[in-house]
C-alpha cells in the first residue's frame, strides 16, 4: 500500500462514470486537502494505479468495460492491503457478499453524500495509519501455526502468507486479542466501525465468512472462529 510523505496530501483514486457525482465528490474532497484522480473506466483506473501513490480506491460498481468486482479482484492480486470503498445504485445482498469477498473494505449504496463519505475515509485511514511503522514483539499474537503481526499488518498460517484486506485484518486483530471470549456483534461494529448494530447490519457476518475462508476454517464442526447463536463470534485460542 502506499503511504504518502509527510506534509503532502492525500490521494485517492476515484472510479466512477457517473460525471456529476464525480464532480461533487472531487469538488469537496478537493475542498478538504484530499488529492483525487477521477477515472470512468476500470482499464484506465487500473493503469493509472500502477503509477499513482493512491492511498485508498472510491470504486463504483457499475462501469463500463470491466466492472467493478473485477477491478477490484485486480487491485488485490497486486495490492493486498490498498483500501477499498465500493460503491453502488444496487441493493442486494449478492453484490455485497461478492464485493466483501473480493476484498473491499467498506460497501456504501448510492447516492451518497460526499460528507458521509469522507467520514467513511478517514475512518478506514485511521485504521491503516494505526498500525506502527515497525513490528514490535508485543504487536504479534501466535497461536499454534498461526501468526499475526500488528506492527507489519502481516498473517501467515503454517508458514504461508495470508493475503487479507484491511478490514479483514483488523477483525482478526480484534478477535485475536480476545481469544477465548465471545465479542457481539455489536462490540466488533463499534471496533472496527465505529457503527452500533441495528439488528440487521450484516458485515460482520461476511467478514467474518470471508475470514474464515481465506484461513481454511470452514469445517463446520471443526470451526476454529465459532459462531455462537444469539451471541456473536468466538476465536478459539486453540487448534490453529
Known amino acids: 500500500m502506499s ?41 484506465a483506473a487500473l493503469e493509472q494505479l500502477a503509477a499513482s501513490q493512491a492511498s485508498l ?3 463504483d460498481l457499475m462501469l463500463p468495460g470491466i466492472d467493478g468486482f473485477e477491478v477490484c479482484r485486480q487491485i488485490r492480486a497486486q495490492q493486498s492491503n490498498l483500501p477499498i470503498i465500493m460503491l453502488t445504485a444496487r441493493d442486494e445482498d449478492f453484490d455485497r457478499v461478492l464485493g466483501l469477498e473480493l476484498g473491499a473494505d ?16 478517514r475512518a478506514l485511514m485511521r485504521r491503516v495509519d494505526l498500525a506502527p511503522a515497525a513490528a514490535a514483539a508485543s504487536d504479534r499474537l501466535s497461536f499454534g501455526r498461526l501468526l499475526i503481526d500488528h506492527g507489519a499488518r502481516t498473517v501467515s498460517l503454517a ?45 460482520v457476518d461476511y467478514r467474518v465468512f470471508r ?8 469445517d463446520g464442526a471443526q470451526e476454529r472462529i465459532k459462531t455462537v447463536r444469539g451471541a456473536g463470534y468466538f476465536f478459539a485460542a486453540t487448534d490453529w
Open 211 to 218: 475470514l474464515r475462508k481465506k484461513l481454511g476454517d470452514i
Open 159 to 203: 508458514g504461508r502468507t495470508i493475503d487479507l484486506s484491511t478490514s479483514e485484518f483488523d477483525l482478526l486483530w480484534l478477535l485475536a486479542q480476545h481469544a477465548g471470549q465471545v465479542l457481539t456483534r455489536d462490540a466488533i461494529l463499534q471496533s472496527i466501525r465505529n457503527l452500533e448494530y441495528d439488528g440487521l447490519n450484516r458485515s
Open 106 to 121: 467498506n460497501y456504501l449504496q448510492k447516492p451518497i453524500e460526499p460528507r458521509v463519505l469522507l467520514a467513511h475515509i
Open 57 to 59: 480506491v472510491i470504486l
Open 3 to 43: 503511504t504518502m510523505p509527510a506534509g503532502e496530501a492525500m490521494q485517492i483514486l476515484l472510479v466512477e462514470d457517473d460525471e456529476r457525482l464525480a464532480g461533487l465528490i472531487v469538488e469537496y474532497l478537493s475542498k478538504h486537502g484530499i488529492r483525487v484522480c477521477h477515472e470512468t473506466r476500470g482499464t
